[in-house]
Nanobody, 118 residues
């Protein structure tokens, strides 16, 4: 079993910052890649940022220059630093990890709510 737990969400004013964390535990084999996704009611879940095993990163156009994905390999923990937050960033944020020999769709956390509002 693999468990992912997100934390760090909350209410922040426009222009503010938050740092999300995703901690993995359980039978962690080789991590292939990891991504942060977000979802709002009535919309499909969308990829926000991703990082490969080799460290290559990828960002949605809407967050480039504002969000940064990073990792702490020994701790099996990933982060999403979110700066200059906008109301349209409001969503439930999920982390997803693909492991070698693991599920084809990866493993998901339970999500953490981010609300950007004045």
């Amino acid at each position: 079993q693999v468990q992912l737990v997100e934390s760090g969400g909350g209410l922040v004013q426009p222009g503010g910052s938050l740092r999300l964390s995703c901690a993995a535990s359980g039978r962690i084999s080789l991590v292939l890649d990891m991504g942060w996704y977000r979802q709002t009611p009535g919309k499909q879940r969308e990829l926000v940022a991703a990082i490969t095993r080799g460290g290559r990163t990828n960002y949605a156009d809407s967050v480039k220059g504002r969000f940064t994905i990073s990792r702490d390999n020994p701790k099996n923990t990933w982060y999403l630093q979110m700066n200059s937050l906008k109301p349209e960033d409001t969503a439930v944020y999920y982390c997803n990890v693909h492991l070698a020999g693991g599920r084809a769709d990866g493993y998901w956390g339970q999500g953490t709510q981010v609300t950007v509002s004045s």
